[in-house]
Nanobody
Framework: QVQLVESGGGSVQAGGSLRLSCTAS????????MGWFRQAPGKEREGVAT????????YYGDSVKGRFTIFQDNAKSTLYLQMNALKPEDTAMYYC??????????????????WGQGTQVTVSS
């Protein structure tokens, strides 16, 4: 089992920045990817960014490329999402997630089975 706890959400004006954090505990070594997803009211869940656990290979959703950066501190077992140039359409609940190593799907945004409780990000115009 892997436990994930997000923090760092809040309200910000358009053009501003926020950094989300996700502290992981449990069998982190059993995961292959860590990532951030978001879901706005009335919309489907969207993959924001993922990273190989303990590595540097990253993947981003088209809507956040060039604005968001995912990175991790392995010593602190913490995943981060630096969000710059925020837009009102970035408003959503953001979830930290992890994918078990036994899942070998080639899509880096599929197969995540461990989820945090979410943290709200609200961007006003």
């Amino acid at each position: 089992q892997v436990q994930l706890v997000e923090s760092g959400g809040g309200s910000v004006q358009a053009g501003g920045s926020l950094r989300l954090s996700c502290t992981a505990s449990g069998f982190i070594s059993s995961t292959s990817y860590m990532g951030w997803f978001r879901q706005a009211p009335g919309k489907e869940r969207e993959g924001v960014a993922t990273i190989r656990t303990g590595g540097t290979t990253t993947y981003y959703g088209d809507s956040v490329k060039g604005r968001f950066t995912i990175f991790q501190d392995n010593a602190k077992s913490t995943l981060y999402l630096q969000m710059n140039a925020l837009k009102p359409e970035d408003t959503a609940m953001y979830y930290c997630a992890a994918r078990a190593s036994r899942n070998t799907n080639r899509d880096p945004f599929v197969g995540f089975g461990y989820w945090g409780q979410g943290t709200q990000v609200t961007v006003s115009s």
